[in-house]
């Protein structure tokens, strides 16, 4: 009998012994890639694929084989072949249908034509444990697989779901035999458009993977954020094998991101959006401008006299203030404008979309309207206005700080000109910005140049004409501008810190030549000196190191006499309090500097035992027999007197002045009438020779 057809007997017999095992029957074709012709049903049992999905398709078996064992394969193979073996073993790495590898040994026997030309190759493979650690590793591989946080799930190239893990029903809320057979779409959301998914299958094709943040719907229909990774297996021939998708629920990294951008940028008393919020919508606004023409206005707001009503009230209360005032405020604008808090008692109002500036001054007396209403504080009415800054784009910029700039300038100059105010920006504020920066920058090497020096102005007693004291008045000489007034160095060493410094020296250069003069005179010479709000704010360490000055020089403690405002008097703050009360134990002087323009309320006039009143210069400039202005300064003249507080009456330029002072039993006069404020030189020789009063 010829051997190739018992060889064929041979081969059919195993075959029939095995196709119903555990075992794998292969028949390949001798095409390259060895195309599968034929496999037994059981292939599913043994590596999970169904048979005839193999077998329809032609799947080239040498794509199943692990890359890194086929170069090996294909050598003993041909090997094999050359010798025309009747059969041969061979072990390797092949691919299961869940796209893990397993360790087989195949079993391969050659079927040859009459010419000796090999025609198909038979044979059958079963999962072969190589080794204890093959065999752990592989295990490990399906523990991973089953007990991975992320979920997995695997698909033919077609799309359809082969595999999935128990995290993916934790994460979807669908069992395995739900999706096993169906397509990923079934976790669509809706939300993502037709080019969101031709950019991920574009990835997919060209790079074979894909990674991105998506949301997808669970089986109960809530939506949920997720990681995704898809990764493709490719066959010996390059075809796709299997698409592996590994996925994560980031729901609460989501909203932990939330969370820490909202913190970032909103405001947590008001839960308006804050400085950083309102830079960034102020930016997009702008471009936003660019491309439409539409322009946007800026407007910052500030609360008038927010400071006294904390101090009042107390920071719960003050608080509770802001709140209420940014609710007011978000009721006042339209859905597309911004709120924000922009720092401590200052809000700002982004409008978009304007056409004109009427519109932008309406909103303003609109909410400067709804202010005039209380606000509801502790069970009681509180009343505050607002004062306004408004700047517009394009007109006076399109740069984001600019604006803000530009917006925090004119609101500066509204408070400057009182309460309920608004400015718009203009020119005249950025130079007036510009020249104040330039005065900062100088300032703080003033001293250490000896730019700043005192004048000193006499105060003369209206019942004998005696110089008793002079009031001690700073000035800067700039190297380049020139003779720059207090009224506007003074506002801006308050606002960078620099106003405690020079009140020290100020402090120190009064003492120092108050001594000298003293042991000219031989007699107690006084120099009242102007103090600011902003050095009582800190602590009482300052007027302590005062007080020591004076008693380490053994003087006097009333040879400088501290002047104060009426506005720093009715501030009601503990430190500027603590302060007075020190000075008075201390023995030091207190005078009430420009009465009569504030809000001084007689109790603290008698609390903080105040030793001299001065009367403002407006009462006295036009002072006129029988006038009111005579009338008000002999009132106030009066009232200090029943409370055992000395008057000095500020501006006096005539003799007729002086004279109607005197009769009103004021104590002092000072003003040009006296003198004008002289050098230490020019005093020194007043107070030699004595005034030249021109009677």
Known sequence: MDSSIV???????????????????????????????????????????????????????????????????????????????????????LMCHSGCYCSVKDFSM????????????????????????????????????????????????????????????????????????????????????????????????????????????????????KWLSIHTAYTYQGDVFRRIAIFSDITRQKQSEELIWRQANYDSLTHLPNRQLLTLRLEQEINRVSRTGQGLALIFMDLDGFKEINDTLGHKLGDDLLILVAERLKTLVRTTDMVARFSGDQFALLLTGLTDQVSVEQLVMKVRSAFEQPFELGGEDIFTSVSFGVTFCPEDGNDPWELLKNADQAMFSAKVTGRGRYQFFTEAMQLTAQRRMQLAKDLRNALSAEQLFLEYQPIVSLTDDRLSKVEALIRWQHPQLGLVSPAEFIPVAEETGLISEIGDWVFREAVSKSEAWQTLLQRPFQISINTSPVQYRDDTHRISSWIDYLRERCLSSK?????????????????????????????????????????????YLKRMDIDFLKIDRSFVRNLQPDS??????????????????????????????KELLKSARCDYGQGYYFSRPLSAERLQEFLCNGPDERH
């Open 7 to 93: 060889a064929g007997q041979y081969q059919d017999k195993i075959f029939e012994l095995f196709s119903g095992g555990p075992v794998a029957l292969f028949v390949w074709s001798s095409q390259q890639g060895w195309p599968i012709e034929y496999v037994s049903d059981n292939v599913e049992e043994v590596l999970g694929y169904v048979a005839s999905e193999l077998v329809q398709r032609r799947q080239p078996y040498a794509g199943l084989i692990h890359p890194d064992d086929l170069p090996r394969v294909e050598a003993e193979v041909a090997r094999y072949l050359t010798q025309k073996t009747s059969y041969f073993e061979q072990k390797y790495r």
């Open 559 to 603: 040879t400088i006499s501290l002047e104060i405002t009426e506005g720093m008097l009715m501030e009601n703050s503990a430190d500027i309090e603590n302060c007075l009360l020190l000075i008075r134990d201390a023995g030091m002087e207190v005078a009430l500097d420009d009465f009569g323009t504030g809000y001084s309320s007689l109790a």
């Open 110 to 225: 050659p079927e040859w034509d009459a010419q000796g030309r090999l025609l198909r190759l038979r044979g059958y493979i079963f999962y072969q444990a190589e080794t204890k650690e093959v065999n752990e590793t592989l295990q490990l591989a399906e523990l991973v697989r089953e007990y991975a946080r992320e979920a997995i799930m695997i698909t033919d190239p077609r799309g359809v779901i082969l595999s999935v893990n128990p995290a993916f029903t934790q994460v979807t809320g669908y069992n395995a035999d739900e999706v096993i057979g169906g397509r990923p779409s079934l976790l669509s959301s809706g939300y993502h458009d037709a080019a969101f998914y031709e950019a991920m299958w574009h990835s997919l094709n060209t790079q074979g993977s894909w990674e991105g943040e998506i949301l997808d719907r669970r089986k109960n229909g809530e939506v949920y954020p």
């Open 628 to 657: 009111n202005d005579l009338a008000l300064c002999e009132a106030m003249i009066v009232m200090a007197h029943k409370l055992g507080i000395q008057v000095v009456a500020e501006g006096i330029e005539t003799r007729e002045q």
